[in-house]
């Protein structure tokens, strides 16, 4: 599975200069508001330490790492849910991600703001706000379309009704519909409209890169990520315009301007992990001479499903499978070692697997 992130922030926020260099994409920047137009994709390598250890070890001919999908969508405005600027009508392409991550801007500079200060307080509450309202409207029209007919039981449930008044209500009142805990039943015609503000959130702030490796709380960004602490979502500190220039750096440099920055990892892999984590989600790896991959499983997930993320043939067949921690295998130099360790073990098909083991499934055709 792909791990695939909206990007949302108001225009000059910084998030199309950090899609470029996240993705190596060719999104068009200004300085002035609605330089995207239409939305832009990328799909990059999730960067992990681990992998390329492995490939060292294996010398295999493929090196598959996890993805990660970024699409960026023109900047909302404030009113952009009543028809305001261009990003509202965009909004429907990030709809389908996993989750969303609201870019503010908490740098200097001479690019105009369009709100005409910078103050990322402020900009956090403006787009949590369009989000809110956009989401309010979708279920405003799916009553509309459903009220009727929840007096046919075969077609909408009154339980559908019930969940979407619920999820009109709270939106109304200020609250995401991730803060809601609804019933299956309820659940279920909530679940089709995608609602932004059921996504986890990442709260982003695109920072002067003399604030990188500085507490956020003591900094300009302490709104946004005082924000995130308050409802219980990541905050990741991000320099686009530093992340611009590693992608023209060779890896040693890179590293090294991170290190005289304060971070020890640019901003793709923090992004990365904290989506990840937001998302429940850990990473199990495969691993031999003919390749190395990394493969992306929700926590708790048991060893048949981290099968059939590899193939459904595997998880109908699964007879078992050989577990061993990706650490564990890098020490001992290899699959023998590990053996004669007793580190590798047989693990049957209810086994949850773990964030770093490396697994070989056995199975029927």
């Not at 999104?27 to 960067?47: C, H, K």
């Not at 005409?116 to 509450?125: C, K, L, M, W, Y």
């Not at 609602?195 to 890169?209: G, I, M, R």
Request: some cysteine; glycine content about 10%.
């Amino acid at each position: 599975m792909s791990l695939a992130v909206g990007i949302v922030g108001l225009p000059n926020a910084g998030k199309s200069t950090l899609f470029n260099a996240l993705t190596g994409g060719r999104a068009l920047v200004g300085d002035y508001p609605f330089t995207t137009i239409d939305p832009n994709t990328g799909v990059v390598p999730v960067p992990d330490v681990r992998l390329q250890q492995m490939a060292e070890l294996f010398h295999p001919p493929r090196v598959i790492p996890a993805t990660v999908t970024f699409t960026d969508i023109a900047g909302l405005v404030r009113g952009a849910s009543g028809g305001e600027g261009l990003g509202n009508q965009f909004l429907g392409h990030i709809r389908a991600t996993d989750a969303v991550a609201l870019v503010v801007r908490a740098f200097a500079g001479a690019v105009a703001h369009v709100e005409g200060s910078v103050d990322p307080g402020r900009d956090i509450e403006i787009l949590e706000l369009e989000l809110a309202l956009a989401d309010l409207a979708a279920v405003e029209r799916r009553l509309e379309r459903v009220s009727e007919r929840a007096r046919r039981p075969r077609e909408v449930t009154e339980s559908e009704v019930a969940g979407l008044r619920r999820v009109r209500e709270a939106l109304g009142a200020g609250r995401p519909a991730r803060a809601l805990t609804l019933a299956a039943e309820e659940a279920a015609g909530v679940r089709a409209l995608q609602l932004l503000t059921a996504k986890p959130a990442l709260y982003v702030a695109n920072v002067d890169e003399d604030q990188l490796g500085r507490d956020p709380l003591t900094g300009p960004a302490r709104a946004v990520a005082a924000r995130a602490a308050e409802v219980g979502a990541a905050f990741v500190a991000v320099s686009a315009k530093l992340e611009a220039e590693l992608v023209e750096l060779e890896t040693a440099e890179a590293v090294e301007y991170l290190h005289s920055v304060g971070v020890a990892e640019a901003g793709l892999g923090r992004l990365s992990r904290a989506a990840h984590e937001a998302l429940g989600l850990l990473t199990f790896f495969t691993a031999g001479e003919k390749e190395v991959r990394a493969w992306t499983l929700a926590r708790g997930g048991t060893a048949v499903e981290a099968a059939g993320v590899i193939h459904t043939d595997f998880a109908r067949g699964f007879i078992r499978a050989e577990v061993c921690d990706v650490q564990d295998l890098l020490d001992a130099g290899g699959y023998a070692g590990v053996r004669e360790r007793g580190r590798r073990r047989l693990e049957g098909r209810d086994y949850v697997v773990r964030d770093g083991d490396v697994v070989h499934f056995l199975f029927n055709v």
